[in-house]
């Protein structure tokens, strides 16, 4: 579970701030660009319908005998169906050819590792005081009661049979370094154990009996803590696994955009991931969005790839979006498994039921929680990067493009 938690948290590091604190400078640009150009195709697009309009009406009061004027006024009304033609064809080539710069952009950011090195530290805190939670000897209720235990066995339990069994269970739950986890038939092996072990020894050792019941009631409510912190982990495990499917997609669909606008993947590495400046990052993504532009103009000059280019951009850019979704919707789940871990704590950190010691350290967990929250609360918005995702390719300020 541990390496779990970790590779999830190297996934954050991967994808997150990228997502929270987008570099707007050339997205922006992208977007105004595209906003702006298909704003002017538009109002053409208008003044050419009223034209259109005109030159008919202009051609329906022709008298039938003006025959030089009736030519003149449908050659007019050719060269304006003519330009409205050109319009229509641009008008979306405009804006897959600008939408695809974005999409190879936002999936720039996607890749980059920027997460602030305070949120992988404070997580790895939280996770490592949480996993601590069900190390049983470190309670003092426990070690107590194994120091007795361990004086009655080296004397008394060793070379019994059913006894070897109970010190094998409790040597599973008491180390560490063995992993199983502190729950089902181990602890069950060795609650019974140590109840039929009270039940033979009788009077002859009283502090190990007199201390059986708080060392039971401590094993008992760490497994139980154990056993409900499981589920949780169980959806970061679940989490973790689409967080790479995810990277996986991610990385894979850069290497084709790299290749498909002759990008040089070394400079890309050299100059954007493995960069440490924004401004640095900033003029690759610029660097790039002129060369893509340039590839395009090329295709588009092309007999062989005039009319292919823009099904095949348009493919890249409904998978980048589809990615940035995909990701906004796990860190809700993250959010989401983040505030049941307080569930968590809440629920364990009375001390009029719960033993003192064992409150204590879940307290103490409720401190790192609450830093955690804040850290992931500035890095992720998760509701804002599904609703940027649904609308990355609609244009802004733009009128309604009759006929487009």
Request: glycine fraction near 4%; charge should be neutral; aromatic fraction near 8%.
């Amino acid at each position: 579970m541990k390496r779990a938690i970790l590779l999830f948290l190297i996934g954050i590091s991967v994808t997150a701030t990228s997502f929270a604190q987008q570099d707007s400078t050339v997205v922006d640009k992208i977007k105004l660009e595209r906003d702006h150009q298909l704003k002017e195709l538009n109002d053409k697009l208008k003044q050419n319908e009223d034209e259109i309009r005109n030159l008919k009406s202009e051609l329906i009061g022709i008298n039938t005998n003006e025959t030089k004027k009736k030519m003149m006024a449908m050659e007019n009304l050719q060269v304006a169906l003519d330009s409205r033609l050109a319009i229509l064809e641009k008008t979306p080539k405009i804006r897959v050819g600008l939408n695809g710069q974005l999409a190879f952009t936002e999936l720039l950011s996607i890749q980059r590792d920027v997460q602030p090195a305070d949120l992988f530290l404070i997580s790895q805190q939280f996770f490592s005081q949480l996993g601590n939670i069900s190390n049983i000897q470190q309670y003092k209720e426990f070690s107590d009661w194994k120091a007795e235990y361990d004086k009655w066995y080296s004397k008394k339990g060793s070379g019994d049979q059913m006894f070897e069994f109970l010190n094998s269970s409790l040597s599973l739950v008491s180390n560490v370094a063995n992993k199983v986890p502190l729950y089902g038939s181990v602890v069950q092996t060795v609650s019974s154990g140590v109840n039929t072990l009270i039940m033979s020894v009788g009077s002859q050792n009283r502090d190990l009996k007199s201390r059986t019941p708080s060392m039971l009631r401590i094993l008992n409510i760490a497994s139980q803590f154990e056993q409900q912190k499981s589920v949780i982990d169980h959806e970061w495990d679940a989490i973790t696994n689409e967080l790479n499917q995810l990277q996986h997609e991610n990385q894979e669909l850069l290497s084709q955009q790299l290749a498909y606008y002759g990008l040089d993947t070394a400079k890309y590495r050299k100059d954007y991931f493995l960069a440490t400046l924004d401004s640095r990052r900033e003029a690759y993504k610029n660097e790039c969005r002129l060369a893509i532009s340039r590839k395009i103009l090329a295709m588009e000059a092309d007999t062989l790839t005039k009319g292919k280019w823009p099904g095949q951009i348009e493919t890249f850019m409904y998978k980048v979006q589809s990615l940035r979704m995909r990701f906004g919707q796990l860190t809700a789940r993250m959010m989401i498994n983040i505030s049941r871990y307080n569930e968590l704590i809440t629920d364990y950190s009375d001390s009029t039921i719960f033993p003192p010691t064992f409150t204590m350290k879940v307290l103490e967990l409720s401190k790192t929680l609450e830093l955690v929250k804040d850290k992931f609360g500035k890095s992720f918005n998760p509701a804002r990067y599904i609703e940027d995702s649904a609308v990355m390719y609609i244009e802004g300020n733009v009128s309604g493009e009759t006929g487009i």
